[in-house]
Each structure stands twice: as C-alpha cells, then as structure tokens.
C-alpha cells in the first residue's frame, strides 16, 4: 500500500489496481467513489483504516479501497471487525455488507455488534436481493418477490435493517440512496465521525437481478413525493412543492397538507433524543403509503465498548500487574490429551 501525505490525498488515492467487477450500472460503484471522496475530504489516514466485508457482491469492496481490508466470511464481518477494533483501537474500522450477508446468516453478528457500541462504522448496501448467487429473495425483499427460489412470490415478511438497529440500542442510524450522491456523503461523513456503532443503510440498485426497485425513490420528476429528508430540529415536509408534511394522529403518523394545518402539528425530528420511539417509527414507515425517510435517524453518545474494555485491562494492570500468558496458562489444573 502507497502512503501519500493526507494533506495531499484526493479520493483517486483510495482506488486500488484491482479491476473493479461490479456490473455496469451497479450502485455499488456510486457508494465505493462516494465513501473515497468522503474519506479523502476527510484526509483519512490510509494506514490506520480498515475495512471488512462479508460476502456478496458489495462484499468485493476491500478490493478496490486502498487501505488495509479482510474479504471475510459470510456474516461474519462484524465479529471480525469487532477482533480488530479491539485489538487496536486506534484503526478506523468499516464493515461493508449487503442485505443477505448482514441480516440473513449474519444477524446474529449484526446485533451484537450493534448493542456493544463497538466504533464499526457498518454500511449495508440494501438491494433486497441476493446478488452474488445470482437472485434469490433477501429479508429485505418485497412480500410477494418472484425470485426463481421463491416462483409463487416471496410470503416472508421483510424486516426493516433500520427498526432492527434501533431494538438493538444502536447509536448512530441513517439511510441514504446510492444516486443521490450529495446526500450519501453527507451521510457517510456523518457516519465516519460517529463515536461507537454507525449502521447506514444505502438503497442500492442490483441492475441485474432487481432492476429498478427504488426507482420511487431516484426518479427526479417524483421522488420528493416518495421520500423525506430528516433534518435535525426541522419539521418533517415533504413533496414536489414541499406541501406535505408528517404528523402524529394519537400514536399513528398520518400525511397532513400544510395548508390545512398549522406547523406546529408537524413532528419536529430529533436525532438525540433518547427515546428511540419516534426513530423506530420513522424505520417503519414505507412506499407507497408513506414518504421513506432519509437522513440521521438517531445520532446519540454512549460509552464505547473499546474505551471500557481498555479501561478493564488497565485496571487489572494496575491492580495486578502486567501478566503472564504461559504462567497463566499452566496455574490450574492441566491435563496431558493421549
Ligand atoms: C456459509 C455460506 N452460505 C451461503 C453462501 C452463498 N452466498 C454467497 S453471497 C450470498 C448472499 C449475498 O447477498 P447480499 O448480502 O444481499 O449481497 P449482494 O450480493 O446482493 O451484494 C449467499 C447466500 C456462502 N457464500 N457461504
Ligand atoms: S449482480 Fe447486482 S449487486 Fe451484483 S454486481 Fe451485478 S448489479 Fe451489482
């Protein structure tokens, strides 16, 4: 790996020689260039940075980064990233995965990563297909998918990635789309300077095998009817002339016309509160009866797993000295194996 000064670095030094083998059109191109221009504005510095990948197609991505990386194993990403994080904390350590690889074999991983307040920045690229293995339906697919594993229609209901983050005290939440690029690396920075767990979920399409399935969301002539930008402090407006906005009706979100109610009706989002109610509620509002939101669901501080575990082994340092493995090793009762 080159190092070049971080004042000087422009995204072109985080793109590797590797030949990048996504499909033409992919999203993930769009997230891989995005995150090397974040990380360059950020003058990130490439050899204290790592990412981890499961497997899948958005699981080629430590190929093409130019910092270190591990292709790992299915689903397993967070709990190898967890292993580096807690053996040097001082490295930036980003898991990329993908719908299947994150919530199907890996959410047991993804869950305990997430409640740990590990600092793992997780960006999980959500196509809600399986990609790699060429189009079989993901927990994030539509009820109903046609898939040629699921020919009759998918009859699985789909989780929402950000509702699960959110019942497992994530600490940092957002959703971007991978062709509103602006928006993603807003999103993505917001992620790389989050203390603890960040989860981003980026809509991505798979042109091959679920073609245009967040084109409510991308089409510029309607997607401002579609989608609602979260904005902390602001009200939640929405639509084409910004004439919509959400409100709660009791404990249910209704879509309100502004003219017809006065603005202090509208939620007001906030991404610190601590009550994860109306975050999880924002996770669970979808197309096409409501307007998907976009942006920070929850942004709070909590202590940090390394910070305790380091503080632990300072402790016992203190107390006891710095140790001995191999004394250690042999202090209790040992056994010959034949
Ligand atoms: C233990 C194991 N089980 C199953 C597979 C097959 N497999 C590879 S990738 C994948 C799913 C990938 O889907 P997703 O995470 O959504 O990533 P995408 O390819 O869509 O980016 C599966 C089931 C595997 N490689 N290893
Ligand atoms: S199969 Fe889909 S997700 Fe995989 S590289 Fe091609 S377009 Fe992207």
């Known amino acids: 790996m ?68 591990f292709h790992s194993i299915h689903g397993r990403a967070p709990a190898i990233a967890s292993g580096v994080k807690c053996a040097n904390p001082g490295l930036d350590v980003w898991v990329v995965t993908g719908d299947g690889d994150a919530l199907s074999i890996g959410g047991n991983h993804f869950l305990h990563a997430v409640r740990r307040n590990i600092g793992l920045k997780i ?30 229609g998918s009859i699985d209901h ?6 699960v983050a959110i019942g497992a005290e994530i600490t940092f939440a957002a959703r971007a789309v991978d062709t509103d690029l ?37 089409d510029r002539q309607t997607k401002h009817e579609h989608i609602v930008y979260l904005e902390h402090g602001k009200p939640l407006i929405f639509g084409n002339n910004r004439d919509k906005g959400l409100r709660f009706n009791g404990d249910e979100p209704e879509i309100v016309e502004l003219a017809k109610v006065s603005p202090d009706d509208l939620i007001i989002h906030d991404e610190r ?12 509002l979808t197309h096409p009866e409501f307007p998907e939101p976009l942006g920070v669901f929850r942004a709070m501080e909590k202590p940090v797993y390394e910070d305790l575990l380091m503080g632990q082994l300072a402790a016992a340092r203190d107390q006891q000295g710095t140790g001995n493995l191999q004394a250690l090793f042999r202090a209790g009762e040992t056994w010959d194996v034949a």
């Open 2 to 69: 080159s190092t070049t000064p971080d004042s000087t670095l422009t995204f072109k030094d985080f793109k590797t020689d590797q030949q990048v083998k996504w499909c033409a059109g992919c999203g993930d191109h769009s997230i891989l260039v995005q995150l090397q221009k974040v990380l360059a504005g950020q003058r990130t510095d490439r050899d204290h940075t790592v990412f981890v990948s499961g497997i899948g197609c958005s699981s080629r991505f430590p190929y093409y980064m130019d910092t270190y990386g």
């Open 123 to 152: 960006i999980m690229f959500n196509n809600r297909i399986y990609g790699l293995t060429k189009g079989q339906y993901s927990p994030t697919s539509d009820f109903g998918t046609r898939t040629k594993s699921s020919p009759a």
């Open 182 to 218: 602006e928006h993603l690396q807003y999103v993505l920075a917001r992620a790389a300077a989050h203390q603890g767990t960040a989860f981003v979920e980026v809509y991505q399409n798979c042109t091959v095998y679920n073609n245009d399935c967040y084109s409510w969301a991308t």
């Open 158 to 163: 789909p989780i929402h990635p950000i509702s």
């Open 273 to 284: 509160t601590h009550d994860p109610s109306t975050a999880f509620m924002l996770a669970r």
